[in-house]
């Protein structure tokens, strides 16, 4: 039960940050108030900021963060209790009094199914470019090892709907389990099947929607995709679980308690599955097809403009899941020996890649986020391979002026192409191992494959300058602060709330000292060095950066446990003399929910110096994108007359890292 102060101080952050209404979700983590806002115009940022009891306010990537310190669990229990808002809440106001954009809400959508699987869809973009790399290099594609890393590459992507069934069934609040029952009616292995038999008719005959009718259900006509399934897709398994979403919370509305167990998730496989494979798949299908038939028209009428709008929109339709209206065209293309097996879609679709390549390249060198950095590096490779899904979830999106950055690189490069009618000699290989297919074998057209060269470096080239000039805006939540316009804010507001350093020790010799050990081995850093704007001001009080080399935490003096995160990213401390420490390993590693991290003590716990208190796993937090900069703070600066920090550059466990100086 929260006191009353805290009650007061809930009533007062709920009411200025816009109202009940205004909170579409809130999450807490050792120090702040996650809250996502529906209109962030609505609050009060300058009133919290000065608020007692708040230390600061930061707005990034779209969440509201209200620093509260270590006082922040109790804060959010007394939120729970006056109100309606909780973990995951979500508030009655209507989805149309959500004042972004309707880009900006899909873009936040989608970029929030893909990143919890980025990790997987890079490692399989880097198997699958090395698996080409292999081919060209003359291995046999068909031996087994090469078709086991065929497998080891392709699967995750064949796959790739199955994972955003899941990301999407927890963003859309739907029951996993219905949502995969769902998802799977668009996965069905023989699904294709019910494209065989006799024909029944021609729907839309002579149009872009034509499609061959075999099957029928309940005499509504069965469509399916040219691949009869669909795997690799994306649009259709989220519109399916968004849809299926809706049909589960309504049929809930109104299924009798005792039953809703079981009878919901029948209902909503009837309804949802139904229409996912009869209405929804079909009219993805039907995009594909009008897109295919609309770029025909263009190829046919000038092949500068046909270059400049397939190469600059390639990605966009991948997107989508719009690209499968193309590609059999190019396959048809590469496939007719009457033009000598050329495709100028082929040669589109390969050029579209690698601007995206030379904005990673970009990102990397000039990001100062840790996580961005660690995704860069990621798809850097894929990419240069011709797999861009890890870079455009994780970043191109997120990155809109840099994703248009790389859009208008192609389009530039696209009127060259255009200009030399760059065509690819039949299909295979992909990015850079896609360059022999440009060579013409009855040697008619020898400069096809220079002028491919020449447009693969001019796009990189292209897309890294005009990925610096448009600017790499953060994009993380914890680890800068975003401007309205996206890039990164010059003129940071966080006010810090620490002691004025007194250097003079000499004056302070006489006053009662605390002498704190280092909690982590590593590499000690300034605070402001640390990668998170509230830490590094010194806004949660004053304190030094520790880049860990061994993944333990050790009790850094005689000390109590204050508190301790469920997750075990995070400990406070109070020692004997009333210094009070945080310590926080890696920034935004809340979002890893407890994995890495195993807590040997618990809250109210007695601790010795050099007890062990929180073991981590380094590598799995840096593979999973995230910094592992550990602030080590005295929250409770204000106390006490200086914090002096050690010189040393590394520090072994007990060495000494600091002394708090008692007022006078």
């Known amino acids: 039960m929260a006191n009353e102060k805290n009650k ?51 707005e990034a990537s779209g969440q509201y963060q209200v620093v509260i310190g270590n006082e922040v669990s109790a804060v959010y229990e007394a939120i729970t209790e006056v109100s309606n808002i909780g973990e995951g809440h979500t508030s009655s106001i209507a989805p149309e009094d959500d004042d972004r954009s309707p880009l900006d809400k899909f873009i936040d959508t989608l970029t929030g199914l893909f990143q919890p699987i980025l990790g997987a869809l890079t490692a399989a973009g880097i198997i699958k470019g090395l698996t080409s790399l292999l081919t060209v290099a003359g291995v046999d594609p068909t031996s087994g090892f090469m078709q086991v890393m065929t497998i080891l590459g392709d699967g995750f992507f064949q796959l790739l709907p199955i994972a955003l069934i899941i990301t999407s069934a927890q963003r859309f609040k739907m029951n996993t389990y219905t949502a ?9 292995p023989t699904l294709g099947t019910l494209q065989e038999g006799e024909l029944l008719y021609t729907l839309f005959s002579g149009t872009p929607f034509a499609s061959e009718i075999f099957n029928t259900f309940l005499g509504i006509p069965i469509i399916l995709p040219p691949a009869g399934n669909y795997y690799s897709s994306v649009i259709p398994a989220i ?16 299924m009798p308690q005792i039953i809703t167990s079981f009878f919901t998730p029948v209902m ?23 897109i295919g038939a609309f770029f025909s028209w263009i190829q046919n009428f000038s092949p500068i403009l046909f270059h400049v709008i397939l190469q600059s929109a390639w990605q966009i339709l991948v997107i989508f899941g719009l690209h499968w209206g193309i590609l059999p065209l190019a396959f048809m293309e590469a496939a007719n020996p009457a033009t000598n097996f050329a495709s100028p879609i082929f040669a589109a679709v390969a050029g579209s890649t690698f601007p995206v390549f030379g904005a990673i390249l970009a990102i990397w060198w000039k990001s100062r986020e840790d996580k961005t950095r660690s995704i860069a590096a990621g798809s850097a490779l894929p990419a240069l391979f011709g797999v861009t899904e890890p870079a455009i979830y994780g970043l191109m999106l997120p990155m809109r002026k840099v994703f248009g950055a790389t859009i208008a690189a192609n389009i530039i490069v696209g009127v060259y192409n255009g200009i030399v009618n760059l065509v690819q000699y039949g299909a295979g290989g992909l990015g850079i191992f896609a360059i022999p297919n440009y060579i013409d074998a ?5 400069m096809n494959i220079w002028h491919r060269i020449i447009s693969f470096i001019a796009l990189t080239v292209l897309g890294f300058v005009f990925t610096l000039i448009v600017g790499v805006p953060n994009i993380q939540d914890e680890e800068a602060v975003i401007t309205e316009g996206g890039g990164e804010a010059d003129d940071q507001t966080v006010t ?7 250097t003079n020790t000499t004056s302070t010799a006489t006053a009662q000292k605390d002498i ?7 590499e000690i850093i300034a605070l402001d060095q640390v990668d998170d704007p509230v830490f590094s001001s010194g806004a949660m009080g004053n304190g030094v950066g520790i880049i860990p080399s061994e993944g333990v935490v050790y009790a850094p003096a005689n000390a109590s446990v204050t508190t301790i995160f469920p997750t075990g990213h995070a400990i406070g401390l109070t020692t004997g003399s009333g210094t009070e420490i945080l310590i926080h390993i890696g920034l935004d590693t809340v979002e890893l929910e407890g994995r890495g991290f195993e807590a040997l003590v618990e809250t109210g716990d007695t601790v010795e110096a050099g007890q062990e208190l929180i073991r981590f796993d380094i590598d799995l ?9 550990t602030p080590v703070i005295v929250t409770n600066t204000n106390d006490f007359e200086d914090v002096l920090i050690t010189d040393q550059q590394t520090l072994g466990q007990g060495d000494y890292l600091l002394t708090t100086l008692g007022k006078q």
Do not use: M, Q
């Open 8 to 58: 007061e101080l809930a009533r007062d952050i709920i009411e200025r940050v816009g109202g009940e209404e205004n909170v579409d979700g809130l999450r807490h983590c050792i120090t702040r108030l996650r809250f996502n806002l529906k209109d962030s115009s609505k609050a009060d940022t300058e009133y919290l900021k000065k608020r007692d009891g708040v230390v600061t306010v930061v």
């Open 442 to 446: 009855t040697g008619a057209n020898p």
């Open 268 to 290: 909503t496989l009837l309804i949802g599955g139904t229409l996912s494979l009869l209405v929804i798949g079909p009219v993805s299908t039907w995009g594909a097809n009008l």
């Open 239 to 254: 519109v399916a679980i968004w849809f299926s979403a809706k049909v589960e919370k309504w049929v809930k509305s109104w």
């Open 496 to 502: 810090p709330v620490v002691a004025e350093e007194n």
């Open 180 to 188: 995969i029952a769902v998802g799977s009616v668009l996965l069905y």
């Open 516 to 522: 704190i050990a280092t909690p982590i081995k590593g």
């Open 621 to 629: 937090i840096t593979e999973a994108g995230y910094s592992i900069h």
